[in-house]
């Protein structure tokens, strides 16, 4: 079960760069402060990502220049497999290597030499509000839902994931990240008290605490609900031109402290591939590309398959293809379908005249207690969604997509 402790515990530090006396540094800087336990020390690269598995830090104090593996490299690679955060340290000041820092998904940029109490307010930072204590407590997974085109169905497969995902006793965190027209509220039949601008505005991004109380619950208190921007040109606060900070990644501090909350998150990431979709998908355990059987939407869904796998690296366990709306009175030809995806189908969803029906109305099927095949189909996805091991890499086997009637 996954819990989450309401007592304050140390923030466990890792130590990484390659010179002993600058390990000896920052130790002795932290032993001036309770709050912060050095948990272990690396000396390069690899070492840093295996010490970050195996001994679970909230934050990583990272040189930037290491032997073997360098420090913005092994930076992503803590950051996609673990749930610590990294601050580095450098001695280069320079804009560039900030920016590659911030990229890899760093939480800070100290240059050396720093002071015990700037290393202090850097790693607090880093590790958001601590009023929950992360130790201990599981991460909780998060699962984006992407459309190859739009009005395939990603919205509506988000919705119910999360409606499943979520109890009363632990509502899924359900975030409308189609930053530009998102209107997940609309299918609850609710304001949604907390939208991604406010969030952004008010500097919450990384208080999980805060963005859990300004949260509305929905669906008879199964999701809370973070609601897409009120107007189209807000997106741009949260991902764009107008961001308060230009090298943050909101989306991304989001969505950590979301799941730093323990609950599942399950996040209608639209389509397309601005910079918070982008960061979104990066930042999800599982993403859930959803297309329907018509050939354009299956190329499309390729494409997206493809940035996933080639932009985003992410690995065959990490990806799922949802075939949604397919008449069941005649099914898709699915070994040609996966064929042309290069990957199996996990999901398949038949066209349900129900689904716009509730859409239109804000009354989800599954508070209704309407019986649906759809639904029926969605179900064993979510539980194996929260347990989801990894798979082996397929790669597309077909070039060109599959079409109707032939190869
Ligand atoms: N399997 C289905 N059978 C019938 N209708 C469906 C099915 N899945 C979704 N719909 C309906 O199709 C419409 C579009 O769905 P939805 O908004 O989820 O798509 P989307 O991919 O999120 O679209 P957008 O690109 O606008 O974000 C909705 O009215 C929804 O109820
Ligand atoms: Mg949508």
Redesign the pocket.
């Known amino acids: 079960m996954v819990t989450s402790s309401p007592v304050e515990m140390p923030v466990k530090v890792l130590v990484v760069d390659d010179a002993p006396a600058v390990r000896e540094t920052v130790k002795k800087m932290l032993e001036l402060y309770p709050e912060f336990h050095v948990v272990g020390e690396a000396t390069d690269g690899p070492e840093a990502v295996e010490a970050s598995q195996s001994l679970q830090p909230d934050v990583v104090v990272m040189d930037i220049n290491l032997p073997t593996l360098d420090g913005i490299s092994a930076t992503s690679e803590i950051v996609r497999t673990s749930g610590a955060a990294v601050v580095m340290i450098s001695v280069e000041g320079e804009t560039e290597y900030f920016r590659r820092a911030m990229k890899a998904g760093a939480k800070d940029y100290l240059v050396k030499p720093f002071s015990p109490d700037g290393l202090a307010e850097a790693l607090r930072r880093a590790v958001g509000d601590r009023q929950v204590s992360m130790r201990g407590a599981a991460l909780g997974k998060a699962a984006a839902v992407v ?1 190859a085109r ?7 497969v988000a919705l119910y994931l999360a409606l499943l995902a979520g109890t009363k006793e632990k509502p899924a965190y359900l975030v409308d990240a ?1 930053l530009e ?1 998102g209107g997940l509220e609309l299918f609850l039949d609710v304001d949604p008290p907390l939208t991604w601008e406010v969030v952004v505005q008010k500097g919450w991004t990384r208080q999980p605490e805060r963005i859990r109380e300004g949260l509305g619950e929905a669906g008879e208190g199964r999701v809370k609900l973070l609601g897409a921007p009120s107007l189209p040109h807000l997106a741009d606060v949260v991902d764009g031109p107008q961001k308060p900070e230009a090298g943050r990644s909101y989306v991304r501090e989001t969505l950590e402290s979301l799941r730093s909350l323990g609950g599942p998150v399950v996040i209608d990431g ?2 397309g591939f601005r910079e918070g979709q982008l960061e979104a998908m990066e930042g999800a355990q599982l993403v859930v590309v ?1 297309t329907t059987p018509g050939v354009h939407a299956v190329a499309a869904a390729r494409k997206v398959l493809l940035v996933l796998e080639e932009a985003l690296g992410k690995t065959a366990g990490e990806m799922a293809v949802a075939v ?2 397919f008449d069941p009175a005649q099914p898709p030809p699915w070994s040609d379908l996966e064929e042309a995806l290069g990957r199996p189908v996990s999901l398949r ?5 129900l ?2 029906v509730a ?1 239109d109305e804000g009354k989800p099927l599954l508070l209704e207690q309407k019986k649906s095949r ?1 639904l029926e189909a969605l179900e064993p996805f979510v539980a194996e969604t929260w347990t989801r091991g990894e798979a082996p890499l397929e790669k597309p086997r077909r070039l060109l997509p599959w079409r109707k009637g032939g190869r």
């Open positions: 459309g739009g009005g395939v169905g990603a919205s509506t189609d027209l639209g389509r959803v949604n709306r969803l038949p066209l349900e005249p689904l716009p859409a759809w």
